[in-house]
């Protein structure tokens, strides 16, 4: 079992940056592939930067050359800067960790961002 809890939320006016944290406890977190998904209401939860075991960062479109996530093991726990924030990156955002082994998915609770124009 893995818990996820995420912290750096906000209210930003456009332009400006925000650092979501989220801190794991459990096992395996070293090679876990680790994540930020972002959901607004009516729509679904949707992909915004993965990182795996070996550093592999993946990121949608919207994400790259704004975004960056970063993961320590030692400390467990998983970051994504968000610089020059839009209107539209407001949304609740949720850390993930999935263990491959496993075939397990573990979610955070979810931090809400809200970018003002």
């Known amino acids: 079992q893995v818990q996820l809890v995420e912290s750096g939320g906000g209210l930003v006016q456009a332009g400006g940056s925000l650092r979501l944290s989220c801190t794991a406890s459990?096992?395996?977190?070293?090679?876990?592939?680790v994540g930020w998904y972002r959901q607004i209401p009516g729509a679904q939860r949707e992909l915004v930067a993965t990182?795996?075991?070996?550093?592999?960062?993946n990121y949608a479109s919207f994400a790259k050359g704004r975004f960056t996530i970063t993961r320590d093991n030692d400390k467990a726990t998983l970051d994504l800067q968000m610089n020059d924030l839009k209107p539209d990156d407001t949304a609740v955002y949720y850390c993930?960790?999935?263990?491959?082994?496993?075939?397990?998915?573990?979610w955070g609770q979810g931090t809400q961002v809200t970018v003002s124009s």
């Open positions: 459990g096992s395996k977190f070293d090679i876990s592939t």
């Open positions: 990182q795996t075991a070996g550093d592999q960062r």
């Open positions: 993930y960790v999935y263990q491959r082994l496993s075939d397990d998915s573990y």
